[in-house]
């Protein structure tokens, strides 16, 4: 008998399971199902692509708390008056409009024997496999006087929104000639050339609202990223406006106190206006939580960022310990990518490609004065591996910074949309 293609594509599921019998997944669910934890750059990105991709033959969740996410990339530019809060903000509208069925709750546990995650309204969801983006969380006790409930004095300004709200109009309360203080984090940390990209765009707003205030930098770190670049901007636009105390003159040596507004840097006690307090960084709860944390990070595969302590369970960004790669948005996005292809790949036998990542770390120094460092990777048996690298140089020409700003804007275009929509 010949099988009548409209019928048996109208009752699928009764022919499947007389024809073969289907793969049964999780829960007793005919399709296999992914939970994304984290709709920031990796989880986003994950959970698109495996939507759009697999053309709903898997379920995709996403749960994520907050209904926009204010990316902290671009977030200095907000803070030197060059973006507008409204330029940072993306919703999750189009994620779902792509199949994704988006769960705003927080996860607040993972059962890796019955493969659930449990949220904090109470219900719990099932999954096949389960896609952690969680971002980071800071490691208690690591500024000494400066906990969690002293970040509204003292704000870190390291996840997006109302942090980022909260150091701006500080800033902009400063008296004339204050004083802004950044303790600066340990390594490893999200976006490396990030803090001091944000005292050049914090500089540029003073130099323009408060030309006698100061900077003041207190890094654990005897080095930083783009550090000969950063440098000649700051002696170039903001000359004598920044004093940079490296871990060799006791930058590391640091304790706040959030009542008096006070830093001391290595004994030296200053009365500060602002204080932007990056702490030690280590993976979002939910990793710990999921037991595929060791230290501070969760240790992953470079072939599809599984972790090495469950094949189900995978970390991509901020959370994971991956290799060379910088913890930034364009990894966060390219390790999605990677994943979203093994997962579906293992799920549905789609074809799975050879693992490759690329970051571009884009700063601005000044209006139109651009800088980049940025490499491609590929994956080995032991981790995410640097092939090949490039960085800006000193001394280019104003056009060239100009393009490598004006670069920086299409990334950010482009990479939102593809995280997002
Ligand atoms: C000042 C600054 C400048 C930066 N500039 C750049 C740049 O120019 N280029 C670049 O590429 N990168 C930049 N970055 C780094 C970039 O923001 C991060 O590396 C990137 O966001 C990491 O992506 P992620 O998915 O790991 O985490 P995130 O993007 O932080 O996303 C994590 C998400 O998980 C959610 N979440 C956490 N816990 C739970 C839970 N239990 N349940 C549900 N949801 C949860 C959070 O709400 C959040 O939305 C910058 C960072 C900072 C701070």
Redesign the pocket.
């Known amino acids: 008998m010949k099988i009548n293609r409209r019928i048996f594509m109208g009752n699928s599921v009764i022919a499947a399971s007389t024809l073969a019998a289907p793969t049964v997944f999780a829960d007793g669910h005919a399709k296999p199902r992914v939970v994304v ?7 986003a990105t994950a959970a698109r692509y495996i939507a759009k991709d697999s053309k709903g033959k898997i379920d995709v969740t996403l ?4 209904r926009m ?1 204010y ?6 530019l907000y803070l030197g008056g060059v973006k507008s809060i409204d330029d940072l903000g993306h919703s999750y509208g189009k994620i779902a409009a792509g199949g994704v069925n988006v769960v705003h ?4 546990g993972v059962d890796r024997d019955s493969k659930t995650v449990s949220l904090a309204s109470g219900s719990s969801v099932p999954y096949d496999k389960l896609i952690l ?4 969380d800071f490691i208690d006790g690591a500024v000494e006087g400066w906990n969690l409930s002293s970040q509204n004095a003292m704000p870190h ?4 929104g109302s942090q980022t709200e909260l150091l701006k109009a500080q800033i902009a309360s400063m008296p004339q000639g204050g004083t802004y203080a950044m303790v600066a984090p340990p390594n490893p940390y ?2 490396p050339p ?1 803090p001091y ?2 005292v050049s765009m914090v500089a540029h707003y003073l130099k323009s609202n408060n030309p006698t205030a100061k900077i003041i930098v207190a890094d654990p770190k005897p080095k930083f990223s783009k550090q000969g670049l950063f440098q000649e901007g700051w002696a170039k636009h903001y000359d004598g406006m920044i004093e940079w105390i490296s871990s060799d003159f006791g930058g590391g040596n640091v304790s706040v106190d959030p009542n008096e507004m006070t830093v001391s840097i290595d004994g030296e006690t200053v009365k500060v206006d602002v204080c932007n307090v990056i702490p030690a960084m280590k993976a ?3 990793a710990e939580l999921a037991g595929v944390t060791e230290g501070n990070f969760a240790p992953v595969n470079a072939s599809d960022m599984s972790t090495k302590a469950n094949a189900d369970i995978y970390v ?4 994971s310990q991956q290799g060379d790669m910088p ?6 996005n390219s390790q999605a990518k990677v994943c979203a292809n093994a997962v579906r790949g293992s799920l549905t036998g789609s074809k799975v490609f050879p693992a490759k990542f690329s ?1 571009t ?3 601005l120094v000044h209006e139109n004065d651009g800088i980049k460092v940025g490499a491609t990777y590929k994956a080995t048996a032991e981790k995410i591996a640097k092939v090949d690298g490039f960085i800006s140089a000193t001394n280019e020409s104003a056009e060239l910074r100009k393009a490598t700003y004006e670069e920086s804007e299409g990334w950010y275009a482009g990479i939102t949309a593809d995280m997002f929509g």
Request: proline share 4%; glycine share 22%; aromatic share 14%.
């Open positions: 934890i984290g709709g920031g750059a990796g989880g749960v994520e708390p907050s996410y990316t902290c990339f671009f977030s200095n709750d927080w996860a607040v983006s969680p971002g980071i300004a390291y996840k997006g999200r976006c990030g990209e944000r979002g709860r939910i991509l960004g901020d959370a913890k930034s948005g364009f990894s966060a970051n770390c884009w700063s």
